[in-house]
Nanobody, 121 residues
Framework: QVQLVESGGGLVQAGGSLRLSCAASGSIFSINTMGWYRQAPGKRRESVATITGGLYTNYADSVKGRFTISRDNAKKTVYLQMNSLKPEDTAVYYC???????????????WGQGTQVTVSS
């Protein structure tokens, strides 16, 4: 089995900061891209930031310059540092990992359970 466990969400005032963490565990051979997605009430899930195994990063325009994604391959963990938070950042944030469970196996998507981030004005 594979698990992605997120932590670090919460309530913060506008302008504040939060750091999300997501640790992968279980039967994992290799992890390719890891990323963070979010879904606000009544809206579709959207990509926030992704990072490849080679540490190439990609950000949504709405978070560029405010959020930073990073990963620790040895710990199988991805982080999202969120600064200058805005009320419109309020959403459930989901961790995603594209990984192989065995050598030569398919690369499949795995998701965390989600963590709530609420930014008050």
């Amino acid at each position: 089995q594979v698990q992605l466990v997120e932590s670090g969400g919460g309530l913060v005032q506008a302008g504040g900061s939060l750091r999300l963490s997501c640790a992968a565990s279980g039967s994992i051979f290799s992890i390719n891209t890891m990323g963070w997605y979010r879904q606000a009430p009544g809206k579709r899930r959207e990509s926030v930031a992704t990072i490849t195994g080679g540490l190439y990063t990609n950000y949504a325009d709405s978070v560029k310059g405010r959020f930073t994604i990073s990963r620790d391959n040895a710990k199988k963990t991805v982080y999202l540092q969120m600064n200058s938070l805005k009320p419109e950042d309020t959403a459930v944030y989901y961790c995603n990992a594209k990984l192989q469970r065995v050598p030569g196996g398919v690369v499949a998507d795995y998701w965390g359970q989600g963590t709530q981030v609420t930014v008050s004005s």
